[in-house]
């Protein structure tokens, strides 16, 4: 189990396979708030969290019950972001958290820029959600559960799924 | 003749849509131990003992197994001599959704036209499939449905003559490009027959049987058992990581259809197979 925490820097120790903790900030962003974000990109405007070496999780999670600061919060389908990625990696993003494989485009654009794609355990969004422990929406709260939310992660458990030198988990299995 | 109040629908429905949401149907949660057992990769032995023990995790905090709380599809089978006092079935049901989704905390994901996607912000309306039986009860099953499974359905129109090899391809076909996508292990409804939109109602019901059952039809049964293996053999794995674990259960639903036809619904469920049901 390797530990890491944000925002990351070198990442290209990592291999597809290796159990991942995560201690530190992420940001979740999925469907509506990747356009948002490219739409900011490609006019020059500020964003509202610094990409360089963050972590995005693509997730939608659900209301917190009070008392806590987040719902259940499990990974959603990455490759719905595919064509949304690379411009974020470019703009110094590290790691995303998401399910499933991606598209060759992705995968190229991760090995380019010394990146990872982390894998979080799809339909586990109640046992995940106990590692978050602080929640706050930052940006687009009228998305609702797909506004950018800041959260705060004590040993968020993931695999890498896609390597900095393109080893792809779900290709060809773990490398260790 | 028997009378069904509105307001009793509308409280058993919220019951029956937190209590899938939270609760992991036993035949499920007994099939992943089973998968553990079975499974040779360790890493999906690993993935397979966090599912697990999520749905623990889910049932001791009353938290939602999946963040996605899905679309609700619920099977409304109504006895001919029922009679509903007090309002509307669809509208009961509905009411009874909204109340479970807010009271519940559970995620709202239902958008209200699909190209201006608007969220609704009460989950509702809820996909209902009424159909009309003998008798003097309401029989209500319930389940969220999450989209990463059903994102990885498909459907098909196959020529009568086409060999069940192909078929039997195709199917196993949709798994593999499902690769992790479904939250693999899935289940898999599969609706043969009847036509379009029969062959998708059949495969989405096929979904609910309970795991372990068998097809009563022995060269339906022996097609159910055969799927199994082959998906299995593909190597997907629990989450695409690779393993013999793919596939949990297949269930066919079948129905007469026309001379000139073979439709082919398949449709996936995650580990997650959330469903509870009641009779009134
Ligand atoms: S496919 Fe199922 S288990 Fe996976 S995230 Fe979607 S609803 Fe949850």
Redesign the interface.
Known sequence: MQKLATPLSDVTFLRA?DLVSISGIIYTARDVAHKRLIHLINNGEPLPFDLDGAIIYY???????PGRPI????P??S?RMDVLTAPLLKQGLKGMIG???RSAEVITAIKKHGAVYF?A??????????HIKDSEIIAYPEL??EAIRRLVVEDF?V?V?IDSMGNN??EH??MT | MKTIKYTDIVNKTKELALEANFNLPKDVYNALLEAKEKET?P?GKS?IE??L??AR??KE?Q???????GVVVVFAEIGQDVRIEGGLLADAINEGVRQAYEEG?????VISDPVERI?T?DNTPAVIHFSLVEGDQLHLTLAPK?F?SE?MSRLKMFKPTDDIELIKNFIVDTVVEA???P?PPIIMGIGLGGTMEKAGLLAKKALFRKIGSKHPKKHLAELEEELLILINKTGVGP????GSQTALAVFIEEFPTHIAGLPVAVNLN???ARHAEAIL
């Not at chain 2, 938290?63 to 709380?69: K, V």
């Open positions: 396979g997730v939608g999670p659900c209301p917190a019950k719902g259940s919060a499990g959603t389908t490759s399910k499933g494989g894998a355990v799809g339909g586990a969004g109640a046992l995940i959600s106990q609702g559960t458990p695999i799924a988990l779900y299995g773990p | 990769s890493l993935v966090i599912v023990k999520n995790v889910a905090e938290l939602a197994i999946c963040q996605d709380t905390y559970l995620r709202k994901s969220n912000a999450g990463g994102n690769g992790g996508n939250c989450q695409g990581f690779g995650c580990h997650a």
